[in-house]
């Protein structure tokens, strides 16, 4: 069992910057592929963005990329999204979730992982 927090949600002027936290608690989270998910009203959950647990390896949706830096940290149970740059379009709530078994073809599939958090919104001003 893996339990997941989201936090560092707000509101902030297109071009600015917010930092989301994701604590994990639980056994094994070092083992899990760890991603974010946003979604805006009336839209479907998409990907944003994971890392893997053992090297580190990085994926981003294009409409992110260059803009948004997801990390980790095992030893704190941590997982982070750096949102440079912001859009009025990044505006959803953003969730943290964990796959044990990922592939390159499921980490980008919302109905693939294993956990979620409760969501942090993130409000971006035009």
């Known amino acids: 069992q893996v339990q997941l927090v989201e936090s560092g949600g707000g509101l902030v002027q297109a071009g600015g910057s917010l930092r989301l936290s994701c604590a994990a608690s639980g056994r094994a989270f070092s083992t899990y592929t760890m991603s974010w998910f946003r979604q805006a009203p009336g839209k479907e959950r998409e990907f944003v963005a994971s890392i893997n647990w053992s090297r580190g390896t990085t994926y981003y949706a294009d409409s992110v990329k260059g803009r948004f830096t997801i990390s980790r940290d095992n030893a704190s149970g941590t997982v982070r999204l750096q949102m440079d740059s912001l859009k009025f379009e990044d505006t959803a709530v953003y969730y943290c979730?964990?796959?044990?078994?990922?592939?390159?073809?499921?980490?980008?599939?919302?109905?693939?992982?294993?956990?979620w958090g409760q969501g942090t919104q993130v409000t971006v001003s035009s």
């Open positions: 979730a964990a796959l044990l078994r990922a592939t390159p073809a499921t980490i980008t599939r919302p109905h693939q992982y294993d956990y």
